[in-house]
């Protein structure tokens, strides 16, 4: 029941949650080959082609900058009690209708629910990840073993204070300081943000704010455009700003922290994200453990099945293990700001 293929075969039949930010920014995912992999993140300077004289044999273009770097990405690795070998052992049940249940259909059912459990729970620090990555610039990655972050640079990141803040209705400005944070990337990157991404308190000051209110009269119902949007958990569409041909969004979520058993939130209530929608590739990195001949080997993908028996307790163990490294197209490709105190 708990063969590679098998294992392989039922996370084929998951579920995954429906995540927002995930829906939004993640473009692709790549698999590589090895636990440590090199990460080319962009810092374009968009430099244009010189012109030359009539008999000039050219004149060397100097490429826009990347900055080239080797990572090892955390490894997320959650177990469980496996019991659907178990299940193999019993005789085929019925339902209250009289239809049988056999054993191997029961076993099946148990391993992808334990596999999807597993699953989730990854799927949330991917999340958590990519929300602390857009947020602050930084990925941390802490556990019981380990204690590090990631970063690609720094981030372009601020905290709004006097006048500035939202709260102060008389001179600040929601929607100018988005046109001109939305230029200033342009500027720097040649990235265009298409998206908002609003915090709940930071939603309620910008849809309240009286600078903002006329506009979204004209803007929330988005008669003219009929695109479907698969937004994920925790997330609400508001409308579009059409000067700027941004969509704006509202996100709320939480998850329960493994280190701190505590409830904390994956995108900070009083914040703004500008983004480009789908401006990541997710990397996984390969993971080494033992196969089935007790051997060690080098497993390649985004989702690593083992599972194991603890002969002296008689307990049987299912882990399910992922290495994710969310990487930018660019390192100061997106903003963030505080705009409440």
Do not use: C
């Not at 029961?106 to 391993?111: D, P, S, T």
């Not at 991917?126 to 610039?137: D, I, P, R």
């Not at 698969?230 to 493994?258: C, H, M, Q, R």
């Not at 009083?270 to 497993?299: M, P, R, T």
């Amino acid at each position: 029941m708990y063969e590679l293929q098998v294992l392989i075969a039922a996370l084929g039949q998951i579920k995954r949650p429906n995540m927002f930010l995930w829906n939004l920014l993640v473009r692709a995912t790549k698999e590589r080959e090895t636990a440590k992999f090199e990460v080319h993140t962009k810092n374009a300077r968009r430099t244009m082609a010189p012109f030359v004289g009539k008999y000039s044999g050219g004149q060397f273009f100097e490429k826009d900058g990347f900055t080239i770097n080797e990572f090892e990405p955390g490894k997320i690795m959650p177990k469980t009690v496996a019991h659907a070998d178990d299940l193999l052992k019993q005789q085929f049940g019925q339902t209250q209708y009289g239809n049988y249940v056999s054993a191997e259909d029961r076993a099946v059912n148990q391993l992808v629910d334990e596999l999807e459990e597993l699953d989730t729970a990854i799927t949330r620090t991917e999340n958590w990840m990519l929300g602390k990555l857009m947020t602050t610039g930084v990925m941390p990655i802490v556990g019981k073993t380990v204690n590090r972050a990631i970063t690609f640079g720094e981030a372009n990141t601020e905290d709004l204070s006097g006048n500035d803040l939202w709260s102060d209705t008389t001179n600040s400005d929601p929607i100018n300081y988005i046109k001109i944070k939305q230029l200033e990337v342009l500027k720097e990157t040649g990235i265009l943000i298409d998206s908002i991404v609003l915090g709940s308190d930071a939603a309620t000051a910008f849809q309240n704010h009286p600078k903002v209110t006329e506009k979204l009269k004209y803007t929330s119902a988005d008669v003219l455009r009929i695109e479907p949007r698969s937004l994920g958990d925790g997330a609400k569409f508001l409308g579009t700003i059409p000067e700027l041909n941004v969509d704006i969004y509202v996100f709320v979520d939480w998850v329960i922290n493994p280190e701190t058993k505590e409830e904390e939130e994956i995108f900070p209530s009083k914040g703004i994200l500008g983004v480009k929608k789908g401006s990541v590739v997710v990397n996984y990195g390969a993971i080494a453990q033992l196969n089935d001949a007790e051997e060690n080997q080098i497993f390649i993908g985004n989702r690593i099945p083992k599972r194991w028996a603890d002969k002296d307790n008689d307990v049987k163990y299912l882990r399910l293990g992922s290495a994710p490294l969310p990487v930018p197209d660019d390192a100061r490709g997106w903003f963030y700001s505080a705009v409440l105190d």
